[in-house]
């Protein structure tokens, strides 16, 4: 069988189900962006820009200027592999970025399955959730609501859309769910297992095993969307609090991540540090920056509480990770997290906004351990529901269904 697989930052969401397919013996091409991996086995092809985005246009239609840009340099990849030889019987592809919305123009018979991360929302999902950041107008409801009409033309033309969780795909129009399947990726458990004996050196030297409490935050980038700027605010109270505590914050420092831009050119962190001043001990707080794999599981080993935040928005791998890794997962009571975690089972909810309600979850956690080992167990089996075998498994089904 021949399969495409599209997405800007190849292998993206993929490199599993693209392993998977090169291992059974089908032929695998690709088509990403200028910054797409190569992968053994894998023809990829890169598109690249042959122009930007047209200096004043209409602000609402910028996204959707840039989609259509990059759906062109994609067929005309597409076109390329044609010529060579390549017929698709089925094409991958994440949306998001425009580059699938041609692909049946150069194949018409070929089957398409594309990736239903999110349908953007201007009420409901991550904008205007946080009052604090967002001021609601109609200028940014109607600015929201064209970012999907590059997504909405991909996936009318989909044979079947593949969301990762309910709440994903209850994100969708009704229009679009007819074909929706709920069909989560996969995480690769077994890397994600706690491991004995695991310790974490901090930036400043110091070496934590996790005989005293260690409490993790865990986001690609600290941002507010991830509920940076909550987990900051509760660590003055639940230090001064816990006198042996400590604390390890994994991620990127940037000004914005999937959201919001921090302020004055500042970071997030900076922006959060300014604000809290003196009142937070920093002599416990590590920050840990962008992590190998294996010491984000050696943070998760030694971590006696493992706080998960997010709006409104797609569920990360680090969540499902930490519950492998036995982790007690204290999340926001948002509907992300209710799609693998029950309150009082695998894990803790606390509302997003309520500051010392997570300060004193943290203080429990720490100070009642023992009385949380069955909800870390529990929560590596629930974990386990979401292991990568699974996924590779369900989506060569669905591939080979289609094809």
């Not at 991540?257 to 540090?273: H, N």
């Not at 629930?382 to 075998?389: I, K, S, V, Y």
């Amino acid at each position: 069988m021949n399969v495409l697989i599209v997405h800007q930052n190849f292998p993206g969401q993929f490199p599993h189900i693209a392993d998977a397919l090169i291992a059974r013996g089908d032929r695998l091409a690709a088509i990403g962006g200028p910054m797409a991996r190569a992968r053994p086995g894998v023809d990829l092809r890169r598109w690249s820009y042959g122009r930007g985005s047209t200096e004043g246009i209409f602000n609402a239609a910028t996204r959707a200027e840039a989609d259509l840009i990059r759906a062109e340099a994609a067929a005309l990849q597409a076109s390329r592999l044609r010529a060579d030889g390549f017929t698709p019987d089925v094409i991958i592809g994440h949306p998001g970025w425009g580059e699938t919305i041609h692909l049946k123009e150069v194949w018409p018979s070929a089957k398409v399955i594309l990736f239903g991360e999110l349908y953007y929302r201007a009420r409901g999902g991550d904008t205007n959730f946080d009052p604090e950041f967002a001021q609601p107008s109609l200028a940014e409801t109607m600015r929201v609501n064209a970012k999907n009409a590059t997504q909405a033309l991909a996936y009318v033309s989909a044979d079947v859309i593949v969301s990762p969780t309910k709440w994903q795909a209850g994100t969708f129009p009704p229009a679009l769910r007819t074909n929706q399947r709920v069909l989560h990726e996969g995480v690769d458990l077994s890397r994600a297992r706690r491991r004995a004996g695991a310790t974490v050196t901090t930036p400043g030297g110091r070496v934590l095993d996790g005989s005293r409490p260690v409490v993790t935050f865990v986001n690609r980038t600290l941002e507010p969307l991830r509920g940076f700027h909550i987990f900051m605010r509760a660590l003055p109270a639940f230090l001064e609090a816990a006198p042996d505590a400590e604390v390890l914050v994994i991620g990127q420092e940037a000004r914005s991540g999937y959201g919001l831009q921090a302020p004055d050119g500042q970071t997030w962190k900076a922006f959060m540090l300014a604000e809290l001043g003196d009142r937070l001990d920093r002599s416990r707080v590590h920050f840990m920056g962008t992590v190998p794999y294996a010491r984000l599981i050696d943070a998760f080993s030694i971590s006696w509480a493992h706080v998960y935040y997010t709006y409104p928005f797609a569920l990360s791998w680090s969540l499902i990770e930490a519950m492998a890794c036995e982790c007690l997962v204290i999340a926001s009571d948002t509907p992300p997290p209710h799609d693998a975690i029950t309150n009082g089972k695998e894990g803790l909810f606390v509302p997003f906004f309520d500051v010392p309600a997570l300060s004193s979850t943290l203080l429990r956690a720490v100070g009642e351990q023992d009385a949380f080992a069955e909800m870390r167990q529990v929560a590596r089996e629930r974990a386990l529901a979401f292991d990568r075998r699974h996924g590779v498994r369900g989506w060569l089904d669905l591939i080979d269904r289609y094809a």
